[in-house]
């Protein structure tokens, strides 16, 4: 199944964030012609080309309905901490940095929800808050769109989860 986007579409790029498909264009590449989404990510207004054959394969993927957000939040609020939690620091963090790889907006929550549980019981490593900040700015930039509100107020949510 390829997921086709049209200029204007907002759609998530792993590790990226949510961007915004400004536009569709071929260029020549060692003499093959390529088709190329243009994508500017809204967070950092910089701009990506992503091959349109692959862009499935990339892990570009449409922004989450709305119906998805319970599931969302159901993940954030979950007590379950994951078994890595046992495991070593440098561990921990190559499966975390895996599932952010995944662009799965669910795996990138699963990563919060842990990392944030873990921070209750002790200090996270250096690499491991930095993994917690790419994490939360990657949920809540999307988030923020999917129920058009504005960035403070998931943020606001997402610390009441953890503080509860």
């Known amino acids: 199944m390829n997921i086709n986007f049209k200029v204007g579409e907002k759609a998530v790029y792993p590790a990226q964030g949510v961007g915004e498909i400004v536009s569709i264009e071929t ?14 990510i809204l967070k950092t207004e910089s701009k990506i080309l992503i091959p349109t054959k692959k862009a499935q394969e990339e892990g570009l993927r449409k922004i989450i309905s709305k119906e998805k957000l ?3 939040y159901t993940i954030l609020k979950s007590k379950d901490v994951s078994p890595t939690s046992k495991k070593t620091w440098n561990r921990r963090y190559r499966e975390y940095m895996d ?3 995944t662009g799965s907006v669910f ?3 699963e990563v919060i ?10 200090d996270l490593s250096f690499g491991e808050r930095k993994m917690l900040d790419t994490a939360r700015s990657l949920l809540i930039n999307e988030l923020s769109i999917v129920k058009n509100t504005n960035e403070e107020s998931i943020v606001q ?5 953890f503080n509860a």
């Open 107 to 109: 795996e990138v929550a």
């Open 157 to 161: 949510e997402i610390k009441s989860i």
């Open 70 to 72: 319970k599931d969302i």
């Open 99 to 101: 599932k952010i790889k």
């Open 27 to 40: 260029r020549e590449i060692n003499g093959n012609k390529e088709t190329f989404y243009v994508m500017k």
């Open 113 to 122: 929800r842990d990392l944030s549980r873990l921070k209750s019981q002790k």
